[in-house]
């Protein structure tokens, strides 16, 4: 699933792992910032969140897993890598919100 255009455009895939999910959501130079798993039974907790070093994706990834989670009620991994060189506030913002847009999207689906 493609949402927003041009430089702050991302991508979302969804693949089935047998009874879980694995999502990826990229943008710009693709890469692994940051992963996000959420499964039944955090209940009211929040995704747990591995974000690699200097990278920023750890909020959108344990968004992204904890939204495709609850609305799907299977374990999600999500993997969040966006990179756009010399991105404005502006930019960045779009981004986050394309992001946050497509989890809700593809959490139809379930």
């Known amino acids: 699933m493609s949402i927003g255009s041009g430089r702050t455009r991302v991508l979302l895939k969804l693949e089935l792992q047998g009874g879980d999910l694995l999502v990826t959501v990229t943008g710009g ?19 747990q969140v591995i974000e690699m070093p200097g ?7 344990g968004e992204c897993a ?8 299977k374990t999600v991994v999500a993997v969040v890598g966006i990179h756009q060189d010399h991105a404005t506030g502006d930019e960045i913002a779009a981004i986050v919100d394309n992001v946050r847009l497509g989890a809700r999207k593809a959490a139809e689906y379930f």
């Open 55 to 61: 990278h920023r994706e750890g909020p959108l990834a």
């Open 66 to 73: 904890e939204i495709l989670g609850r609305a799907s009620g």
């Open 29 to 47: 130079r693709a890469h692994v910032g940051a992963v996000g798993v959420w499964f039944p039974g955090l209940d009211d907790k929040e995704a």
